[in-house]
């Protein structure tokens, strides 16, 4: 098997390679579209400001800076004895919460708790010592950045000496629920970003522990999640923070502040839910939707704010956007009949990366939500985009958890996005209400395969292979069962009956591409990438698959277009950089190469990082960077790796340092792996 990608995967690497898609969805007929679409691309309005609004505004804020609040803060990278992966950004999220909270423009007391000192103890005992000294007038705020999950039921924020198995080591969310509405604090906050997206498998499986599902409602507390149900949270390297975060910070700052210049609860949660659903749809291709919660019977909560002095007006600039059609989205988002609008930038748009989006947005408030969600989420499956499609099916569980179908789609989602453990205990609750779930086989059978399980993967695969389908989806995913135990000829000809019975299944034609790359027929799977690009042109994936299958065929000018539009299409496509990069080193053109493997590398979790760092390594060689040639050789030993070649390189890189003695033992030890082979 290859580093070739099924399904137009996303999310993570599977056997076959990285699982990213940017599938795009079409809508039929425009209807009454058209009528909104100069809504759609209207002028930003004048905003007006009364000398009445302005006095109160003044007013409250001056107020709201007479009174106390607190907020307590935590952050947490790295867990005692690695028990979670680590976070890149975790704590510097929590620095960020603590300074933007502490400005005079905001005017907390922050208790700020990070890394080591993170355990339950300090963070229960620091909350309920805030919590009872907080008067009626004073606003309580707690958030949490870290790992977190639910288990048995329960919901809890994973303490530094927590683990999966340990996970009632942790915080409870019922604990701090309490302890806030024990307060006597008017105002009370909850953000929680404790989802962070883990897409490296673990070498073994271990205990699964759920994602958090909704938050239960209590009176008087404001809550705004990361993420909403079994979603996850992601961290973004150019922010250096989460990106929930990071717009959270920006809001406070100002970006989320009203015409008067103060920050207000409700407009904070709105800028965070639309900027990071189209931020990590964008970059990630995925979603990540935050959930607002409130039952508070007091109003909104202002949180602060610099008071902006009178003006005659404000008018939005008059610069046109570098892509209006997205800024037509945003529009759609802030217009007052937001539902028409999306529905209607679905229909206009239905190529643009944003318009499952827009769809995904109208269906909650639809008729028949949990109907709707569930057409949608087949039609983002069967066009590749299976973050969406995850998403969908989750809606649809939220609504009805005893849906076998939908239970059995969701589990094949996951397994599709390398939530691996969570695929099994996903599959595993299909399979209870539905004894013989084949996409819940599937799934399950999929994931056990990436854990080395073989023998219960073939099990379960064994029986998706035994089934009878009947229509284009489900011939798709007995085909990739046969792919997966090597049965080939059996897969082509699933796959030829999938396309045969869905002539535009462009899923079924990069599928079966993989099959004739894996099995050396690379005419055949340039064709099948090819014609799967007809049918999604907007996916980084096919053309990453494609730009692979024109590499090995010597057509390295292609190659390179190729791999620079997955990269357009998906600027975080890391596997598309180190392919690129070794391309670039080829030609000579080391900078380049350097500058690719740099973008690569910026992915803490990219699973071929040791590629990445060779290739790097040999364009500094070639650039006469020694120093930083036999760093990155150095940094590709240290992870536990043995290659003779890569001993040839450093011995080369030491042999110009000067380092005679360093550069035989390479020799020796490169001299003595080839010989071993």
Same mark, same amino acid.
Not at 317 to 339: C, Y
């Given at each position: 098997?290859?580093?070739?990608?099924?399904?137009?995967?996303?999310?993570?690497?599977?056997?076959?390679?990285?699982?990213?898609?940017?599938?795009?969805?079409?809508?039929?007929?425009?209807?009454?579209?058209?009528?909104?679409?100069?809504?759609?691309?209207?002028?930003?309005?004048?905003?007006?400001?009364?000398?009445?609004?302005?006095?109160?505004?003044?007013?409250?804020?001056?107020?709201?800076?007479?009174?106390?609040?607190?907020?307590?803060?935590?952050?947490?990278?790295?867990?005692?004895?690695?028990?979670?992966?680590?976070?890149?950004?975790? @704590?510097?999220?929590?620095?960020?919460?603590?300074?933007?909270?502490?400005?005079?423009?905001?005017?907390?007391?922050?208790?700020?708790?990070?890394?080591?000192?993170?355990?339950?103890?300090?963070?229960?005992?620091?909350?309920?010592?805030?919590?009872?000294?907080?008067?009626?007038?004073?606003?309580?705020?707690?958030?949490?950045?870290?790992?977190?999950?639910?288990?048995?039921?329960?919901?809890?924020?994973?303490?530094?000496?927590?683990?999966? /198995?340990?996970?009632?080591?942790?915080?409870?969310?019922?604990?701090?629920?309490?302890?806030?509405?024990?307060?006597?604090?008017?105002?009370?906050?909850?953000?929680?970003?404790?989802?962070?997206?883990?897409?490296?498998?673990?070498?073994?499986?271990?205990?699964?522990?759920?994602?958090?599902?909704?938050?239960?409602?209590?009176?008087?507390?404001?809550?705004?999640?990361?993420?909403?149900?079994?979603?996850?949270?992601?961290?973004?390297?150019?922010?250096?923070?989460?990106?929930?975060?990071?717009?959270?910070?920006?809001?406070?700052?100002?970006?989320?502040?009203?015409?008067?210049?103060?920050?207000?609860?409700?407009?904070?949660?709105?800028?965070?839910?639309?900027?990071?659903?189209?931020?990590?749809?964008?970059?990630?291709?995925?979603?990540?939707?935050?959930?607002?919660?409130?039952?508070?019977?007091?109003?909104?909560?202002?949180?602060?704010?610099?008071?902006?002095?009178?003006?005659?007006?404000?008018?939005?600039?008059?610069?046109?956007?570098?892509?209006? @059609?997205?800024?037509?989205?945003?529009?759609?988002?802030?217009?007052?009949?937001?539902?028409?609008?999306?529905?209607?930038?679905?229909?206009?748009?239905?190529?643009?990366?944003?318009?499952?989006?827009?769809?995904?947005?109208a269906a909650a408030h639809d008729t028949d939500p949990a109907k709707t969600y569930f057409a949608l989420g087949v039609k983002f499956m069967d066009s590749g985009d299976h973050p969406m499609a995850r998403a969908a099916f989750g809606k649809v569980l939220q609504a009805n958890p005893k849906n076998a179908e939908a239970?059995?789609?969701?589990?094949?989602?996951?397994?599709?996005?390398?939530?691996?453990?969570?695929?099994?205990?996903?599959?595993?609750?299909?399979?209870?209400?539905?004894?013989?779930?084949?996409?819940?086989?599937?799934?399950?059978?999929?994931?056990?395969?990436?854990?080395?399980?073989?023998?219960?993967?073939?099990?379960?695969?064994? /029986?998706?292979?035994?089934?009878? *389908?009947?229509? *284009?989806?489900?011939?798709?995913?007995?085909?990739?069962?046969?792919?997966?135990?090597?049965?080939?000829?059996?897969?082509?000809?699933?796959?030829?009956?999938?396309?045969?019975?869905?002539?535009?299944?462009?899923?079924?034609?990069?599928?079966?591409?993989? @099959?004739?790359?894996?099995?050396?027929?690379?005419?055949?799977?340039?064709?099948?990438?090819?014609?799967?690009?007809?049918?999604?042109?907007?996916?980084?994936?096919?053309?990453?698959?494609?730009?692979?299958?024109?590499?090995?065929?010597?057509?390295?000018?292609?190659?390179?277009?190729?791999?620079?539009?997955?990269?357009?299409?998906?600027?975080?496509?890391?596997?598309?950089?180190?392919?690129?990069?070794?391309?670039?080193?080829?030609?000579?053109?080391?900078?380049?190469?350097?500058?690719?493997?740099?973008?690569?590398?910026?992915?803490?979790?990219?699973?071929?990082?040791?590629?990445?760092? @060779?290739?790097?390594?040999?364009?500094?060689?070639?650039?006469?960077?020694?120093?930083?040639?036999?760093?990155?050789?150095?940094?590709?030993?240290?992870?536990?790796?043995?290659?003779?070649?890569?001993?040839?390189?450093?011995?080369?890189?030491?042999?110009k340092l000067n380092d005679a003695k360093g550069a035989a033992a390479d020799r020796a030890e490169a001299e003595r792996l080839t010989k071993k082979q």
């Amino acid at each position: 098997m290859d580093s070739r990608v099924t399904g137009t995967g996303v999310g993570g690497e599977t056997m076959l390679g990285w699982r990213h898609s940017f599938g795009l969805v079409g809508a039929k007929g425009p209807g009454r579209a058209y009528a909104a679409a100069a809504l759609l691309f209207a002028a930003g309005a004048v905003a007006q400001r009364g000398p009445d609004a302005q006095e109160k505004a003044r007013n409250a804020l001056e107020q709201f800076r007479r009174e106390k609040h607190y907020a307590v803060v935590v952050g947490i990278d790295q867990y005692a004895k690695n028990t979670f992966s680590p976070l890149q950004f975790a @704590v510097a999220d929590a620095d960020a919460m603590a300074e933007i909270l502490g400005r005079p423009s905001h005017n907390f007391e922050v208790n700020k708790i990070i890394g080591s000192d993170a355990i339950y103890e300090k963070v229960m005992e620091q909350l309920e010592s805030v919590a009872s000294a907080a008067g009626e007038d004073a606003t309580l705020l707690f958030y949490f950045a870290g790992h977190g999950g639910e288990l048995d039921g329960k919901q809890y924020l994973a303490s530094f000496d927590a683990s999966p /198995r340990g996970l009632a080591r942790g915080v409870p969310i019922e604990e701090v629920r309490k302890v806030m509405q024990q307060s006597k604090a008017r105002r009370k906050i909850l953000l929680i970003d404790a989802c962070r997206v883990d897409i490296q498998p673990s070498a073994t499986r271990g205990v699964t522990v759920e994602r958090f599902g909704l938050l239960p409602d209590s009176a008087g507390l404001l809550i705004l999640n990361a993420t909403n149900e079994k979603e996850s949270s992601y961290e973004e390297p150019d922010f250096r923070h989460g990106v929930f975060t990071n717009y959270v910070v920006h809001g406070l700052a100002g970006e989320a502040a009203d015409d008067n210049g103060l920050v207000y609860f409700s407009v904070l949660a709105r800028y965070v839910e639309d900027n990071v659903r189209t931020w990590v749809r964008k970059r990630y291709g995925a979603i990540q939707d935050p959930r607002f919660t409130s039952v508070d019977a007091t109003g909104d909560f202002l949180l602060g704010g610099e008071f902006k002095a009178p003006s005659k007006q404000t008018v939005t600039a008059t610069a046109p956007p570098a892509d209006p @059609v997205e800024e037509a989205f945003h529009r759609a988002e802030a217009a007052p009949n937001r539902t028409e609008m999306m529905r209607a930038f679905a229909t206009l748009f239905p190529q643009h990366p944003f318009a499952p989006l827009a769809e995904f947005d109208a269906a909650a408030h639809d008729t028949d939500p949990a109907k709707t969600y569930f057409a949608l989420g087949v039609k983002f499956m069967d066009s590749g985009d299976h973050p969406m499609a995850r998403a969908a099916f989750g809606k649809v569980l939220q609504a009805n958890p005893k849906n076998a179908e939908a239970a059995g789609y969701f589990a094949l989602e996951l397994s599709y996005d390398l939530a691996l453990n969570d695929a099994l205990a996903a599959a595993n609750s299909a399979l209870q209400l539905q004894p013989g779930n084949i996409p819940a086989l599937a799934g399950r059978g999929f994931a056990y395969f990436r854990f080395g399980e073989m023998n219960a993967a073939r099990a379960d695969l064994k /029986r998706v292979t035994a089934s009878s *389908p009947t229509i *284009p989806r489900g011939f798709e995913t007995r085909a990739n069962a046969h792919y997966y135990l090597e049965e080939f000829p059996a897969a082509l000809q699933d796959f030829a009956e999938a396309i045969r019975l869905k002539p535009d299944y462009g899923v079924a034609y990069n599928d079966r591409a993989n @099959v004739y790359s894996t099995t050396k027929d690379h005419a055949n799977a340039l064709q099948g990438y090819s014609e799967a690009l007809r049918y999604l042109p907007n996916n980084p994936v096919l053309w990453n698959n494609r730009g692979l299958e024109n590499q090995i065929l010597g057509n390295t000018d292609a190659a390179l277009k190729d791999f620079g539009e997955a990269i357009r299409l998906r600027p975080t496509y890391s596997i598309s950089y180190a392919y690129r990069a070794n391309l670039y080193l080829e030609k000579g053109r080391f900078e380049e190469a350097i500058e690719d493997c740099n973008s690569a590398l910026k992915d803490k979790n990219y699973v071929y990082w040791p590629d990445a760092v @060779v290739t790097r390594g040999r364009a500094y060689l070639g650039l006469n960077k020694y120093k930083e040639a036999e760093a990155d050789f150095n940094a590709y030993f240290a992870g536990g790796l043995k290659d003779a070649n890569v001993f040839e390189w450093r011995a080369e890189a030491r042999d110009k340092l000067n380092d005679a003695k360093g550069a035989a033992a390479d020799r020796a030890e490169a001299e003595r792996l080839t010989k071993k082979q």
